[in-house]
């Protein structure tokens, strides 16, 4: 719930370069990319598990994941952006 988002993230502030040179564009995408977790799990796990308690799935996405992007991910992120 932690360590994919950031991968993902700083993987894609990389990539991006290959894109685009706007920093805002590159940044946008890294933030999608690391926020692709929380925004398509929900829905994937009320598809392939309907059984699966959203008590527990739910909760992941949104209590751990999103904070933890928004104070830790962001900031990495950019600084990616600029060093590359």
């Keep these: 719930a932690i360590l994919i988002p950031l991968f993902n993230g700083?993987?894609?502030a990389i990539?991006?370069?290959l894109i685009t040179d706007d920093i805002s564009?590159?940044?946008m995408f890294a933030i999608l990319a690391a926020s692709a977790s929380y925004?398509?799990?929900?829905a994937a796990m009320k598809i392939t598990v309907p059984k699966a308690n959203p008590g527990l799935f739910l909760p992941m996405a949104l209590?751990?994941?999103f904070p933890?992007?928004?104070t830790i991910g962001m900031p990495i992120?950019?600084?990616i952006i600029k060093t590359f």
């Design 68 to 70: 933890v992007n928004i």
């Design 63 to 65: 209590a751990v994941t």
């Design 25 to 27: 564009n590159r940044f």
């Design 10 to 12: 700083c993987l894609f």
């Design 77 to 79: 992120y950019f600084l």
């Design 15 to 17: 990539l991006s370069s």
């Design 39 to 42: 925004i398509a799990v929900p």
